[in-house]
Protein backbone atom coordinates (compact mmCIF):
# COMPACT_ATOMS: atom_id res chain seq x y z
CA UNK A 1 0.00 0.00 0.00
CA UNK A 2 1.50 3.47 -0.96
CA UNK A 3 1.51 5.40 2.19
CA UNK A 4 -0.05 8.81 1.82
CA UNK A 5 3.15 10.61 3.55
CA UNK A 6 4.93 9.73 0.15
CA UNK A 7 1.51 11.19 -2.01
CA UNK A 8 1.92 14.63 0.14
CA UNK A 9 5.42 14.69 -0.85
CA UNK A 10 4.42 14.43 -4.53
CA UNK A 11 1.97 16.86 -4.09
CA UNK A 12 4.24 19.60 -2.54
CA UNK A 13 6.96 18.86 -4.99
CA UNK A 14 4.38 19.47 -7.69
CA UNK A 15 3.24 22.47 -6.28
CA UNK A 16 6.60 23.96 -5.88
CA UNK A 17 7.15 23.26 -9.43
CA UNK A 18 3.54 24.86 -10.23
CA UNK A 19 4.77 28.34 -8.30
CA UNK A 20 8.41 28.15 -10.09
CA UNK A 21 6.92 27.60 -13.30
CA UNK A 22 4.15 30.24 -12.83
CA UNK A 23 6.01 32.43 -10.86
CA UNK A 24 3.65 32.97 -8.12
CA UNK A 25 2.62 31.74 -4.59
CA UNK A 26 -1.01 32.04 -5.19
CA UNK A 27 -3.62 32.49 -7.44
CA UNK A 28 -4.88 35.46 -8.69
CA UNK A 29 -8.08 35.28 -7.80
CA UNK A 30 -10.74 32.47 -7.23
CA UNK A 31 -11.70 32.81 -10.68
CA UNK A 32 -8.16 31.59 -12.01
CA UNK A 33 -8.16 28.95 -9.16
CA UNK A 34 -11.21 27.64 -10.19
CA UNK A 35 -10.15 27.36 -14.07
CA UNK A 36 -6.94 25.99 -13.73
CA UNK A 37 -8.02 22.87 -11.11
CA UNK A 38 -11.45 22.47 -13.31
CA UNK A 39 -8.33 21.83 -16.39
CA UNK A 40 -6.71 19.77 -14.23
CA UNK A 41 -9.54 17.50 -12.84
CA UNK A 42 -10.98 17.57 -16.71
CA UNK A 43 -7.78 15.95 -17.77
CA UNK A 44 -8.17 13.61 -15.06
CA UNK A 45 -11.38 12.39 -16.32
CA UNK A 46 -9.94 11.79 -19.80
CA UNK A 47 -7.67 9.36 -18.63
CA UNK A 48 -10.85 7.34 -16.18
CA UNK A 49 -12.91 7.56 -18.64
CA UNK A 50 -9.84 5.37 -20.94
CA UNK A 51 -9.00 2.84 -18.09
CA UNK A 52 -12.45 2.16 -18.24
CA UNK A 53 -12.85 1.35 -21.69
CA UNK A 54 -9.80 -0.47 -21.27
CA UNK A 55 -10.76 -2.43 -18.09
CA UNK A 56 -14.19 -3.76 -20.50
CA UNK A 57 -11.87 -4.67 -23.22
CA UNK A 58 -9.29 -6.13 -21.13
CA UNK A 59 -12.82 -8.39 -20.02
CA UNK A 60 -13.77 -9.28 -23.63
CA UNK A 61 -10.16 -10.51 -24.33
CA UNK A 62 -10.21 -12.62 -21.05
CA UNK A 63 -13.37 -14.31 -22.17
CA UNK A 64 -11.95 -15.21 -25.34
CA UNK A 65 -8.59 -16.09 -23.85
CA UNK A 66 -6.93 -13.63 -26.08
CA UNK A 67 -3.37 -13.23 -23.90
CA UNK A 68 -1.69 -11.25 -26.07
CA UNK A 69 -4.55 -8.60 -26.38
CA UNK A 70 -5.57 -8.93 -22.79
CA UNK A 71 -1.25 -7.78 -21.65
CA UNK A 72 -1.55 -5.04 -24.69
CA UNK A 73 -4.77 -3.69 -23.12
CA UNK A 74 -2.89 -4.07 -19.82
CA UNK A 75 0.52 -2.09 -20.93
CA UNK A 76 -2.04 1.11 -21.91
CA UNK A 77 -3.74 0.96 -18.69
CA UNK A 78 -1.04 1.20 -16.74
CA UNK A 79 0.29 4.37 -18.60
CA UNK A 80 -3.44 6.02 -18.27
CA UNK A 81 -3.11 4.93 -14.89
CA UNK A 82 -0.05 6.76 -14.06
CA UNK A 83 -1.29 9.94 -16.19
CA UNK A 84 -4.16 9.72 -14.32
CA UNK A 85 -2.38 9.98 -10.93
CA UNK A 86 -0.23 12.47 -12.10
CA UNK A 87 -3.15 14.31 -12.97
CA UNK A 88 -4.94 13.96 -9.66
CA UNK A 89 -1.69 15.15 -7.81
CA UNK A 90 -1.65 18.41 -9.84
CA UNK A 91 -5.44 18.94 -8.54
CA UNK A 92 -4.22 18.28 -5.54
CA UNK A 93 -1.52 20.79 -5.85
CA UNK A 94 -4.22 23.29 -7.20
CA UNK A 95 -5.99 22.65 -3.48
CA UNK A 96 -3.46 23.66 -2.01
CA UNK A 97 -2.61 26.35 -3.14
CA UNK A 98 -6.13 27.65 -3.14
CA UNK A 99 -5.44 27.08 0.39
CA UNK A 100 -2.23 28.77 0.90
CA UNK A 101 -3.58 31.61 -1.18
CA UNK A 102 -7.21 32.33 0.49
CA UNK A 103 -7.25 30.57 4.11
CA UNK A 104 -7.04 34.24 5.16
CA UNK A 105 -10.18 35.58 3.41
CA UNK A 106 -12.20 32.56 5.94
Known amino acids: MTDIEKINGLVQKELAEMCEKHNQERFNSFHEAYAVTKE ?3 EAEVEMDSIKSDIKLLWNFI ?10 VVNFMQKR ?12 ACCEKIKRGFQNEV
Open 63 to 72: KSDNTKNAVG
Open 40 to 42: EVE
Open 81 to 92: CNRAIQELIQVS
